[in-house]
Structure formats: C-alpha cells, structure tokens
C-alpha cells in the first residue's frame, strides 16, 4: 500500500512539473550550455521538494492567513519573467555565438546563475499552484501516509531536472550553429512573456 502511494507522488510529481515553463526552460538552457548544470538542478528539485512539503503539511492555512501573497506573487513574478524575456530576446538578436559541445566559452558566475534560477522558482505562483495547492490537496487523499506521498513527489522532481539538465547535452552538437542557439533563445523570451502575461492577465 505504501509503495502505491509512493507511485502515485511520483507520477502527480511528475506530470505537475514536464510541461515547458519558465523553469524547466532555464534548466534546459543551463543543460545546453553545460555550466553550472548541477548547482541549477539541485536548487530547482530542492525548492520544489520544499515547496511540495509545505503544501503536504500546510497549504491550507497559508492562502487563510496570508491572503496578500497571491498578488505580490503575481506581480512579482511577471516583472522578473519580462526582464528575463527581454533579456534573452536580446541575446538573440545581438550574439552570433555558437555553442561548443564541449560547453566552452563564457558562461555567467554562479552567483547571478543561482539568483535568477531561485526567482524563477520562489516568485512563479503557478510553482505554488502545482506543489502547494494541488499536491497538498491531493495528498490529503492517503491520510497517515502524507509523507509517503511526499516522498513520491519529491522523487519525481529530482528525477525531472537532472534528466532535463543532463539530457540536454545530447542536443549540444544541433546547438553548435548559432542559428539554432538564437532560435531558443527566442522561444525562451516567447515562453517567459507568455507566462508573465496570464500571470497578470488571468488571477
């Protein structure tokens, strides 16, 4: 019984988190370029296995208690995920650099890598919708075995990223014609803006 449970965290987990957002789009763009590919998948898959802890043990006293959270969330986000498009809009229409497939060439430090990767995360409120609210919800199904539940779901969070951020390498020799590199970019800004817009357009 437990080990269904435990299937069924990580398969919710798991289909909560594969479709193409703003997150997983910058760790498959870290993945391509092949720098600081570790520290990003580990900060992603451990904000989410926070976040889907919270949601397991308290999502619904924290939309009671803290009603203004929402809109700052909101609001927030979409101004990051704007700066963000635009930045890589940018990047598009001005660099002619190719990626290597050995990942060479200048990269961002660390530092400005992990800052974007956590507000990408921590000011998305769909990230909040999908492991707070409905995988709390959800878990409220299996009572007495939340945490097996949990457990699932955090798997299926570290089994994503890593595989999105070690599985991109296989794309590098496509990416190696900067035509192709601007194309992401491009679709990176297109999927940023998206998101920005319904987070301000659609409460």
Known sequence: MAFDIYLTGLTMGLGLIVAIGAQNAFVLRQGLRGTHVLAVCLTCAASDAALILLGVSSFGRIATALPWIDPLMRFGG???LFW??????HSALRSSAALTTSGAGPSDPLPQVLLACLAITWLNPHVYLDTVVLLGTISTQFPGSE???AAGAITGSFLFFFTLGY???????VFARPGAWRLLEVAI???????ALRLVLNP
Do not use: D, E, K, N
């Open 147 to 149: 945490t097996v539940f």
């Open 78 to 80: 979409a101004g990051f």
């Open 189 to 195: 800004a297109a999927i940023m803006w998206t998101i």
């Open 84 to 89: 963000y498009g635009a930045r890589s809009l």
């Open 167 to 173: 599985g991109a390498g296989w794309l590098r020799p």
